[in-house]
T-cell receptor
């Protein structure tokens, strides 16, 4: 069955520190992979997506993610976190044959001053 | 500017009542989706549509229905609201093949 696992429910980092949010997926075919961010009381905003090609993808707000097929992972990274990055982050997976996405349960990011 | 709007933003209803949540998009997207978001469960797919007159059940479709009579709208109906349907509901749309969802701002539904 298709699934997405985000192992960390809540992460706290200091402002200026680096960030890595983990995402593992289970999918029968080559997946399309996404990261979304949700600020409190808001809908989700697309950060970045991977369809094919270069396994390191750049997104908005200084985020990047790396697709590792051998590890079934698509971890999100940022070199230096800003207080405005505090939000909830969702990893999602889809396939060419389907238009709908499966979402992980999310990781809440808190940023310490 | 194109947008996707959900209404109402907040609603309180009683158990057993029929409730309809509206979703309207002006992106001219073929694909539209309804998700519910609950603490500890993330987003779970309720129903989705790939075009006019097309509807499909998602992971948690029991107690919900949708209809797609035009490109712009995908209303979600709770036939007989239950307390277990208290949740935040998100509508999303995407163009065929793009998979870049655009989300609405959500509807917070409370069933008492």
């Amino acid at each position: 069955a298709q699934s997405v696992t985000q192992p960390d429910i809540h992460i706290t980092v200091s402002e200026g520190a680096s960030l890595e949010l983990r995402c593992n997926y289970s999918y029968g075919a080559t997946p399309y992979l996404f990261w979304y961010v949700q600020s409190p009381g808001q809908g989700l905003q697309l950060l970045l997506k991977y369809f094919s090609g270069d396994t390191l993808v750049q997104g908005i707000k200084g985020f990047e993610a790396e697709f590792k097929r051998s590890q079934s992972s698509f971890n999100l990274r940022k070199p230096s976190v800003h207080w405005s990055d505090a939000a909830e982050y969702f990893c999602a997976v889809g396939a060419r044959s389907q238009g709908n996405l499966i979402f992980g349960k999310g990781t809440k990011l808190s940023v310490k001053p | 500017d194109a947008e996707i709007t959900q209404s109402p933003r907040h609603k309180i209803t009683e158990t057993g009542r029929q409730v309809t949540l509206a979703c309207h998009q002006t992106w001219n997207h073929n694909n539209m989706f309804w998700y519910r978001q609950d603490l500890g469960h993330g987003l779970r797919l309720i129903h989705y549509s790939y075009g006019v007159q097309d509807t499909n059940k998602g992971e948690v479709s029991d107690g919900y229905s949708v209809s797609r009579s035009n490109t712009e709208d995908l209303p979600l109906t709770l036939e007989s609201a239950a307390s277990s349907q208290t949740s935040v509901y998100f509508c999303a749309s995407s163009d065929s093949g793009s998979y870049g969802y655009t989300f609405g701002s959500g509807t917070r539904l409370t069933v008492v």
